[in-house]
């Protein structure tokens, strides 16, 4: 078997492990270490390829900035934040029918800019706002449905972890990548709040509303969130700017939030060595990923395939919106089962020279920004997609009351809203790349 079939083989092994419980990180270094000394037809250079392959990936300064936001999510949810957020949005639109939903997605996008995780802030939000939906009489299906789609918004607003290390891997600007994805995630979180305005329009039984607050309770609200605009607009701002690196712009998000949590009396001392454990914990498993990813690229590098597959797409002469359409469709499949993280990973290295070689009309930077913001939406629909998306199984542990068909029930028009946001987004990059543009 020559090293293109072995290539060709190991991805339905690694599914075929993964399937089997594996974890991904421990199946993809196998795998690729096992594929490389096929390759190389002895056991010498896969040796020193193993003393050599950790340190290469982890002594990276721009790895630094994962548990820098993986610390800064911790110290967010000790903080109170994520209650802060959902009070102030409640205190503004909570009176409207459907506000209160709305007002925990708008909870979520801003839990989400200081997250950058996903399942945390489904899991955070979804602690803060199930019991307000339920007071406020909303159906078990809206408010499992609409929580799960909020908590999407925690990787696709910056700063998100996965953006960075596809940035890393397609060798792209992170700050870029940033500002690519928020014109996205607004459009994500407005389409969200459209879905509630007509879910109840159509079922009005399906959510209430709460009293009108007076505008001294409203602006009591606004005041307990004003810190959490000033971190956002901080470590972004700063990043866009080149006041600070992004790493930089972590530490600084990392202390900010840590601070804030120690003024809100959020932090004691086994809340903050549960913090760093938690971390800790979060940035193991994201390098284990990374290490994995690493030799089973290593391996695809060696068996030439990525570069075949690309000349083999641009000799057939698809059209590039078809081979688009292709990896996109393969990303909404295949992010039911994986997570997110883990199919950047596995993929880019594979995809991302195809994308490269075709012609949308865009330089080869926008290209690359546009193709990740694209993947990073597509695999976050995954999150929310039955019947095996994560984000609803967070959010079910959270309601064992609600049944898990109500849940499907309830997130399939948030799913609508998000294949109706990847199309506008396909066929105009603009809105992606308006940001960079300016």
Known sequence: MDALQLAAWSFPVLLLLIFLRVPIGLSMLVIGLVGSWQVFGSTAPLLNQLKTLAYGQFSTHSLSIVPLFLLMGQFATLGGMSQALFKAAEAFIGQRRGGVGMAAVGACAGFGSICGSSLATAATMGQVALPELKRAG?????????????????????????????????????????????????????????????????????????????????????????????????????????????????????????????????????????????????????????????????????????????????????????????????????????????????????????????????????????????????VEVGLITPPVGMNLFVIQSMAPDISIRDTYRGVMPFVASDLLRVVVLVGFPAITLFVLRL
Do not use: H
Request: charged share 10%; hydrophobic share 55%.
């Open 138 to 378: 909303y159906s078990g299906a809206l408010s499992t449905g609409l929580l799960a789609a909020g908590g999407t918004l925690g990787i696709l607003i910056p700063p998100s972890i996965v953006l960075v290390i596809y940035a890393i891997l397609a060798e792209q600007n992170i700050a870029k990548m940033f500002a690519a994805a928020f014109v996205p995630g607004i459009l994500a979180a407005l389409g969200y709040m459209a879905v509630i305005n007509l879910y109840v329009r159509f079922s009005p039984a399906s959510a209430g509303q709460i009293e009108r607050l007076d505008w001294r309770d409203r602006g009591r609200a606004l005041t307990a969130v004003w810190p959490v605009i000033v971190i956002f607009v901080a470590v972004i701002g700063g990043i866009y700017t080149g006041i600070f690196t992004p790493t930089e712009g972590a530490a600084v998000g990392a202390v900010s939030t840590g601070l804030l949590a120690w003024q809100r009396r959020g932090l004691s001392r086994s809340r903050v060595r549960e913090a760093f454990e938690a971390t800790a914990s979060g940035t193991a498993m994201i390098f284990m990923i990374v290490l994995g990813a690493a030799a089973y690229n290593t391996f695809l590098a060696l068996s030439q395939l990525p570069q075949e597959l690309a000349g083999w797409v641009g000799a057939q002469g698809f059209a590039p919106y078809t081979v688009l359409a292709a990896i996109l469709l393969f990303y909404l499949v295949f992010g039911c089962v994986m997570d997110s993280l883990s199919m950047i990973l596995l993929t880019i290295p594979i995809f991302f020279p195809m994308i490269s070689g075709l012609d949308f009309g865009l330089t080869p930077e926008e290209t690359a920004i546009w193709f990740g913001v694209l993947v990073l939406i597509v």
